[in-house]
């Protein structure tokens, strides 16, 4: 069983960054790959990123490519979404999910476990 909690969520002006963090229980931590994905009042969850259980493959979505970074620390039992150059329709509540498998997935079905979700909004 896996334990999954995000922080960093907050407020932030259009342009600006913000670093959320999912921080994660479970001794097979390291050998898990892991996602993001949000969801905006009205819409579905839609996927944002993936890494591998080694940290060597990552996927973006189109959205959000060139803006942030997914990073996973498997000393720290956490992986990070660093979010840049952020604007308002990235506002949405924000979820880790892990996987118990070592492959990057870019849907939600492939996901094992989920975080409660952390806000984001971004002002214009």
């Known amino acids: 069983q896996v334990q999954l909690v995000e922080s960093g969520g907050g407020l932030v002006q259009a342009g600006g960054s913000l670093r959320v963090s999912c921080a994660a229980s479970g001794r097979t931590f390291r050998r898990y790959a892991l996602g993001w994905f949000r969801q905006a009042p009205g819409k579905e969850r839609e996927f944002v990123a993936t890494i591998s259980w080694n940290g060597g493959t990552t996927y973006y979505a189109d959205s959000v490519k060139g803006r942030f970074t997914i990073s996973k620390d498997n000393s720290k039992n956490t992986v990070y979404l660093q979010m840049n150059t952020l604007k308002p329709e990235d506002t949405a509540v924000y979820y880790c999910?892990?996987?118990?498998?070592?492959?990057?997935?870019?849907?939600?079905?492939?996901?094992?476990?989920w975080g409660q979700g952390t806000q984001v909004t971004v002002s214009s």
């Open positions: 999910a892990a996987r118990s498998a070592v492959l990057a997935a870019t849907t939600a079905p492939e996901y094992d476990y």
